[in-house]
């Protein structure tokens, strides 16, 4: 994989599920030394702020929360 290719919606999405899976702060992601760390790894990753982080964190929570409710329903 180059540079090029790397997709910062993946990206967000997968520190979004870091954080939850870890049960890491919102506002690790602006740590200056994972900043750091992703910047040398790939210069052109695009990392985003705590309040993104936050947004997609519960956009997950409420697609999931939808499908156990579906579930559910078709259950009972």
Same mark, same amino acid.
Do not use: C
């Given at each position: 994989?180059?540079?090029?290719? !790397?997709?910062? @919606?993946?990206?967000?999405?997968?520190? $979004?599920?870091?954080?939850?899976?870890?049960?890491?702060?919102? /506002? +690790?992601?602006?740590?200056?030394?994972? !900043?750091?760390? @992703?910047?040398?790894?790939?210069?052109? $990753?695009?990392?985003?702020?705590?309040?993104?982080?936050?947004? /997609? +964190?519960?956009?997950?929570?409420?697609?999931?929360?939808?499908?156990?409710?579906?579930?559910?329903?078709?259950?009972?």
């Amino acid at each position: 994989m180059s540079f090029a290719d !790397i997709d910062n @919606v993946k990206l967000r999405d997968m520190f $979004a599920t870091w954080t939850i899976n870890r049960q890491r702060p919102f /506002t +690790i992601i602006e740590d200056p030394e994972l !900043i750091e760390i @992703v910047q040398y790894l790939n210069p052109t $990753a695009q990392l985003v702020k705590a309040d993104a982080i936050k947004d /997609t +964190i519960m956009s997950l929570y409420s697609l999931g929360k939808r499908e156990l409710k579906a579930r559910i329903h078709v259950i009972l």
